[in-house]
């Protein structure tokens, strides 16, 4: 499901928008695309340091969104620059194994936001 264009996308820098939403109004919050690391079987995996609010919502509603793009990679019709929307259900490691590889990468996480893609869309 994840194209070798959105691996392009990641291995340059970019923001990540994440959107969750629980009971109440969407929350957003960042993170940078050289943070996310993608499994085997297509779970991208994300350093949480803070996240509360977002982890919150997972709690509720599962569902979540994510924005990321860069301006380094062409996108359709020799555009400059491409991102994706990534639709999928989330949750929030503690521990595991792929818990302690992330923290090995990032020291500072309290969790790892784990989100299983449902859907990823090219825009631009």
């Not at 695309?33 to 982890?55: C, F, Q, W």
């Not at 509603?61 to 301006?71: D, F, M, P, V």
């Not at 818990?99 to 825009?123: G, H, N």
């Amino acid at each position: 499901m994840l194209t070798e264009k959105f691996f392009d996308v990641i291995g340059n820098e970019g923001v990540v928008s994440i959107v969750s939403w629980g009971n109440a109004e969407p929350h957003l919050t960042c993170t940078w695309n050289s943070y996310l690391v993608v499994t085997h079987d297509e779970r991208i995996l994300i350093p949480a340091a803070g996240m509360k609010k977002t982890e919150a919502n997972v709690e509720v509603n599962n569902r979540i969104l994510l924005a990321l793009g860069t301006r380094n990679v062409e996108g359709f019709n020799g555009y400059q620059g491409t991102g994706f929307r990534i639709e999928g259900t989330a949750r929030f490691l503690t521990q595991g194994a792929d818990y302690d590889m992330m923290y090995k990468k990032y020291p500072f996480i309290r969790s790892v936001l784990e989100v299983t893609v449902v859907s990823a869309k090219q825009l631009l």
